[in-house]
């Protein structure tokens, strides 16, 4: 084992992390033993997370991995839209009479506001009615009529949201105007894991909540977590990788995972939400920045705005680094590298059939 590579697979929005080798489970005796990467799972905001420490003895730690869980948990019951009871869902229901949010949630949609105005629109967190119209949240997933995408399309846009970051006050301008933090929250409940294990001392571990990651210290006998970028057309797990050292994030968004299959078509879960319509042009976009927020913030409206606009996009933004897959012909895709990661990405030596690199 002294060669093993520690690379987590990032693997997107909504999808289960996998794993490149076999870490010990959380229970496994480790006192007399070499420091290892140890997995403690758990289930939150509708997904998967794995908090991943360094330790020498999984049970003495088993503690500390709770912490970061409590964490992510405690975000979920904010900004969740799968329950009634969390802060988002009160708003939801209260807000058209204008009401006062929680400091983080306030937090949260102020950040996603600004975002809003950043992408030129092509991030808004009141694209919940299409969310749900397309079954993506609860419902059956199926492909609507234009007249209902027309109906649904009447009640979005981020300028209907009237919100002071003072006074943390909100009012929506009618009661069907929802908001949905799902497009931004996964990366914020991420920072603030890592945060609270870095306050408990903790010098080396990975928090990934669906292949939203942030990394803390490295692995042992590695300088850096090594993160496998997934193959969008699933031919192998990963393509590229790209190592993460201490303070990095990632997060990678595609079309991949969730869709409403229909005629032979696949109409992928991210919606635009100038047009209501899903996303056809880039097959997934990756981020790597120094916070996850900053990376689950960007990688869907990059997404969204397609390859052209996303590379002029990704180029003014000089705190995130971005990789972009993008279809071509004769199944060769090209894979749109920015500059400032040249250093970092690597192409798989299987993935060179598939897939040709550009940078930018």
Same mark, same amino acid.
């Given at each position: 084992?002294?060669?093993?590579?520690?690379?987590?697979?990032?693997?997107?929005?909504?999808?289960?992390?996998?794993?490149?080798?076999?870490?010990?489970?959380?229970?496994? $005796?480790?006192? !007399?033993?070499?420091?290892?990467?140890?997995?403690?799972?758990?289930?939150?905001?509708?997904?998967?997370? !794995?908090?991943?420490?360094?330790?020498?003895?999984?049970?003495?730690?088993?503690?500390?991995?709770?912490? $970061?869980?409590?964490?992510?948990?405690?975000?979920?019951?904010?900004?969740?839209?799968?329950?009634?009871?969390?802060?988002?869902?009160?708003? !939801?229901?209260?807000?058209?009479?204008?009401?006062?949010?929680?400091?983080?949630?306030?937090?949260?949609?102020?950040?996603?506001? =600004?975002?809003?105005?950043?992408?030129?629109?092509?991030?808004? &967190?009141?694209?919940?009615?299409?969310?749900?119209?397309?079954?993506?949240?609860?419902?059956?997933?199926?492909?609507?009529?234009? $007249?209902?995408?027309?109906?649904?399309?009447?009640?979005?846009?981020?300028?209907?949201?009237?919100?002071?970051?003072?006074?943390?006050?909100?009012?929506?301008?009618?009661?069907? &105007?929802?908001?949905?933090?799902?497009?931004?929250?996964?990366?914020?409940?991420?920072?603030?894991?890592?945060?609270?294990?870095?306050?408990?001392?903790?010098?080396?571990?990975?928090?990934?909540?669906?292949?939203?990651?942030?990394?803390?210290?490295?692995?042992?006998?590695?300088?850096?977590? =090594? &993160?496998?970028? =997934?193959?969008?057309?699933?031919?192998?797990?990963?393509?590229?990788?790209?190592?993460?050292?201490?303070?990095?994030?990632?997060?990678?968004?595609?079309?991949?995972?969730?869709?409403?299959?229909? !005629?032979?078509?696949?109409?992928?879960? &991210?919606?635009?939400?100038?047009?209501? =319509?899903?996303?056809?042009?880039?097959?997934?976009?990756?981020?790597?920045?120094?916070?996850?927020?900053?990376?689950?913030?960007?990688?869907?409206?990059?997404?969204?705005?397609?390859?052209?606009?996303?590379?002029?996009?990704?180029?003014?933004?000089?705190?995130?680094?971005?990789?972009?897959?993008?279809?071509?012909?004769?199944?060769?895709?090209?894979?749109?590298?920015?500059?400032?990661?040249?250093?970092?990405?690597?192409?798989?030596?299987?993935?060179?059939?598939?897939?040709?690199?550009?940078?930018?």
């Amino acid at each position: 084992m002294e060669s093993r590579e520690w690379r987590f697979g990032c693997v997107g929005a909504f999808a289960a992390l996998a794993l490149m080798i076999c870490f010990l489970p959380p229970h496994a $005796a480790l006192s !007399n033993e070499a420091p290892r990467v140890v997995v403690y799972p758990t289930r939150t905001m509708g997904t998967y997370a !794995n908090v991943a420490l360094v330790t020498a003895d999984s049970s003495a730690t088993a503690s500390t991995a709770a912490i $970061a869980q409590a964490a992510l948990q405690r975000v979920d019951s904010l900004m969740s839209n799968w329950t009634t009871t969390s802060e988002v869902a009160r708003i !939801n229901r209260e807000a058209s009479h204008g009401t006062t949010v929680q400091q983080e949630v306030a937090s949260v949609i102020g950040a996603a506001l =600004r975002l809003w105005e950043a992408s030129e629109h092509a991030f808004d &967190i009141t694209v919940e009615p299409l969310v749900r119209l397309w079954g993506f949240i609860g419902g059956v997933r199926r492909v609507p009529t234009d $007249a209902e995408v027309a109906q649904a399309f009447r009640h979005v846009g981020a300028q209907r949201v009237h919100f002071d970051a003072t006074t943390r006050h909100i009012r929506f301008d009618s009661d069907s &105007i929802r908001i949905d933090l799902g497009g931004i929250a996964k990366g914020y409940a991420v920072d603030v894991a890592a945060e609270s294990l870095k306050a408990h001392g903790v010098q080396h571990a990975l928090v990934d909540l669906t292949g939203n990651m942030a990394a803390i210290g490295h692995p042992p006998n590695a300088p850096a977590w =090594r &993160i496998g970028i =997934r193959d969008p057309h699933d031919r192998i797990r990963f393509f590229a990788r790209i190592p993460l050292s201490d303070g990095d994030a990632i997060s990678t968004s595609g079309q991949y995972e969730q869709f409403v299959p229909s !005629n032979g078509r696949k109409f992928g879960h &991210i919606l635009d939400p100038r047009t209501g =319509r899903p996303v056809e042009g880039l097959l997934s976009v990756t981020v790597v920045a120094r916070s996850a927020l900053a990376c689950d913030s960007w990688d869907t409206p990059l997404f969204v705005l397609g390859t052209e606009a996303a590379k002029r996009k990704a180029k003014a933004l000089t705190d995130i680094g971005v990789v972009l897959v993008q279809p071509g012909s004769a199944g060769v895709d090209t894979v749109w590298v920015e500059e400032q990661l040249r250093d970092r990405f690597v192409l798989e030596p299987q993935a060179r059939a598939w897939f040709h690199v550009a940078f930018f």
